[in-house]
């Protein structure tokens, strides 16, 4: 019970950080596209997107380029538990339709 109590007690000091998404737009593209949300609590990523349509995101280390996270989605809301990862910079890519989404962030 010490245990649970312990975990619930330290998972309460991890502090939501907003991500700041960037569009990088196929050239030949003018219209104006609404940005998906992120957020990173601890190791637990949080992507909500304006409507459901599939998507592919990534995140690698952003002085290693190694990728510590690869998966598909169809929904408005992605919810991710991050592997353990060490402290430093990351690199949140979003593949969707013709567009790619980045924005960094970091794990202390």
Known sequence: MLAALLCCTL???AEEKP????????????????LPTASI???VLTIEFSEATASQ?????QSTQVVVYNGA??????????????EGGY???IEQ??????GEFDVE
């Open 11 to 13: 998972s309460g000091f």
């Open 19 to 34: 991500i700041e998404i960037e569009v990088i737009k196929r050239p030949q593209e003018r219209s104006e596209v609404q």
């Open 41 to 43: 609590d601890g190791l």
């Open 57 to 61: 995101v990534t995140v690698k280390g």
């Open 73 to 86: 989605f169809t929904s408005g809301q992605v919810v991710i538990t991050l592997p353990s990862l060490s």
């Open 91 to 93: 690199c949140l890519e």
């Open 97 to 102: 339709g013709d567009y790619v989404y980045i």
